[in-house]
């Protein structure tokens, strides 16, 4: 996405999120990333993920970290893949949450996880929601629209002007916060391949010492990104 309305530049966007979310714990019980080369994502078999619902996050996440620019874009990195596993796992099932109500919609954020559905069902719920809002504003379903008409709906959907119910109206912010994380998480977790988004930034990844750099200010730290499972990019 290149300079919507309310959103941060993107350098700065990557570099903002990248602390918070590299070492994400909502990645916990994802599936492991395969250590051969991974199928085409056209030929990807989907987790959790409806084909209509898997063609939204494809073309959703493509616009919010987009391919043109001076780094990789979302579907560079299969961020995809990790939404959709992290939708099949714990994460998706809410599964060590504390769901139970009393739910106050417009809590404050500090108070936590405000709604009864899942985030696995929040996408089933929203995405046909947010769809059908693109339908009659712009013609076609989100997927279908091009990448000006794409921004557009996605602006729309973060200022609250796409009518949502009170159960999902936080669908985009989830959305925004998981693209990030599957840019940024370790790549066992199906996003962040090749650790391409750790190159770009300069992340060190998991290496396991740095006793001779705390002291060594403004020097660009020269050994490149290591996964937990010691993969080096």
Not at 116 to 127: D, G, M, S, V
Request: charged share 20%; proline share 9%; with cysteine.
């Amino acid at each position: 996405m290149t300079d919507l309305p309310g959103y941060p530049s993107r350098r700065n966007f990557l570099k903002a999120s990248a602390a918070g979310v590299a070492l994400s714990g909502l990645a916990a019980q994802a599936q492991a990333q395969e250590t051969t080369p991974p199928v085409p994502l056209e030929e990807y078999e989907r987790a959790y993920l409806t084909a209509a619902e898997w063609a939204f996050v494809m073309a959703a996440t493509a616009r919010l970290i987009p391919s043109e620019g001076d780094g990789p874009g979302a579907i560079e990195t299969r961020v995809p893949v990790f939404i959709d596993l992290q939708l099949a796992g714990d994460y998706g099932s809410a599964d060590d949450w504390y769901m139970e109500g009393p739910h106050v919609p417009d809590a404050e954020p500090a108070r936590g996880w405000q709604t009864p559905l899942t985030p696995a069902e929040i996408y089933r719920q929203a995405i046909p929601v947010f769809d059908a809002w693109c339908e009659e504003t712009h013609g076609e379903t989100f997927a279908a629209l091009d990448a000006e008409r794409q921004d557009a709906a996605l602006t729309s959907l973060q200022n609250g002007d796409v009518a949502l119910d009170p159960e999902i109206r936080d669908f985009f912010s989830i959305l925004l916060a998981n693209t990030k994380e599957g840019y940024f998480a370790d790549p066992q977790y199906g996003g962040n391949h090749e650790m391409q988004s750790w190159v770009y930034i300069g992340f060190p990844g998991a290496r396991a010492a740095y006793r001779a750099w705390p002291e060594r200010h403004n020097e660009k730290y020269p050994l490149g990104p290591v996964s937990i499972s010691g993969e080096r990019a």
